[in-house]
Nanobody, 118 residues
Framework: QGQVVESGGGLVQPGGSLRLSCAAS????????MSWYRQTPGKERELVAT????????NYADSVKGRFIISRDNAKNTVFLQMNSLKPEDTAVYYC???????????WGQGTQVTVSS
């Protein structure tokens, strides 16, 4: 059974940085594109960033383009999200999972809370 565990969230001031990690297990991680998502209370989950299985191509939501960087280490079954120049509107619970429409079906992890506040 495939699963993911997110970590690295916390409280940070506006303009600060955080690096999120997502440890994957139970499936052939290196063969699947992966994504980071985020969700705030009362809103639908939002796709933030996507990376191909080989890590050679990335896509970002317009709201984070130029500030966030998604990467992966296939040797360690881990996907990362480097978040720079954080804004209060980035406050959310962040999740990793397979990309929309993927043949890989994963349950949602517990996510990691990111709070951007002074």
């Amino acid at each position: 059974q495939g699963q993911v565990v997110e970590s690295g969230g916390g409280l940070v001031q506006p303009g600060g940085s955080l690096r999120l990690s997502c440890a994957a297990s139970g499936f052939a991680f290196r063969t699947y594109a992966m994504s980071w998502y985020r969700q705030t209370p009362g809103k639908e989950r939002e796709l933030v960033a996507t990376i191909t299985s080989a890590g050679n191509s990335q896509n970002y939501a317009d709201s984070v383009k130029g500030r966030f960087i998604i990467s992966r280490d296939n040797a360690k079954n881990t996907v990362f999200l480097q978040m720079n120049s954080l804004k209060p509107e980035d406050t959310a619970v962040y999740y990793c999972n397979s990309i929309p429409g993927s043949p890989l079906t994963l349950g949602w992890g517990q996510g990691t809370q990111v709070t951007v506040s002074s």
